[in-house]
């Protein structure tokens, strides 16, 4: 048996207990694949982040949620990185390089507002596939009727590091209405039964935000719902610039989570179409340990 430290971020807020909670162990250099999926589950967040020595980057960071490893997650990323910058383990450097399942990604840290740390960190190329399910299916599975899935605009499969199944809904009430039958997604998205869903609208609860969004897991992840999700978010700035407005710098703010509390921002920057960046910060919320 085996005592494990767990630091406890919140991504996406600078408030503990809003934004997306992600675990962060620092020192799991020692540990198997098979002991970092137990200390996930045992974690029981979205995500669990496993910070480790690189050949081909600065810096490795693995992924974990409760069910299984994951290419590329946004908001664990920022929690990781946001823990060693504060915590002085990344000395002064301002750039560096992450190894990841979606390959090497590039990172900056900087100062925002009232001195906040802030990451912007490059996403993998945007990949759109089709979905060819049901739409009436798809709109049971996440508590809302097909009518409420918007017609002028494509469901479509979405990533920028990991996959997840875009749809596009008309209104904030559709969103607020979502109650989701994770069991179900696997029958329904035949082409990719591990995708999660991210359903978005274009009307918001705050006015400076261009897009909201909630984002389903699959249920092979062990989890529900993913509170603000970054790399989705990603994704979404690159489908954004597809379908919906074309420019050649497109700064987007994404909010998500409002509806189940946990309040939080994405600004997403997608240039030429398919360079995508995505920007946040973290905040410690606590540490704990847990036995494997």
Known sequence: MAIINVYHYDAFSTIPNQGNPAGVVLDGEHLTEEQMLAIAEKVGFNETAFPLPSHIADLRIRFFTPGHEINLCGHATMATIYALATRGMLGDRTELTIETLAGVLP????????????????????????????????????????????????????????????????????????????????????????????????????????????????????????????????VMGAYFAQHIRSEPTLNLVVEQGQEIGRDGRVEVTVMNGSEVTITGTAVYVGEFAVEI
């Not at 082409?191 to 909630?214: G, I, K, Q």
């Not at 989890?223 to 990603?234: H, K, L, M, N, Q």
Request: net charge negative; with cysteine; proline share 8%.
């Open 107 to 234: 990172l900056r840290l900087h100062r925002g507002e009232k001195n906040v740390l802030r990451i912007t960190m490059m996403q993998a190329a945007p990949q759109f596939q089709p979905f060819n399910g049901s739409l009436a299916e798809l709109a049971q599975s996440i508590g809302i009727e097909e009518q409420d899935i918007a017609a002028d605009m494509p469901t479509v499969y979405g990533s920028t590091g990991t996959w997840t199944l875009i749809v596009p809904v008309a209104s904030l009430a559709a969103c607020e209405r979502m109650k989701p039958d994770n069991a179900r997604f696997p029958a329904i998205l035949q082409e990719m039964p591990r995708s999660s869903v991210h359903p978005f609208c274009l009307e918001t609860y705050d006015s400076a935000a261009h897009m909201h969004a909630r984002h389903f897991s699959s249920p092979f992840s062990g989890t529900i719902e993913d509170p603000v999700t970054g790399t989705a978010s990603g």
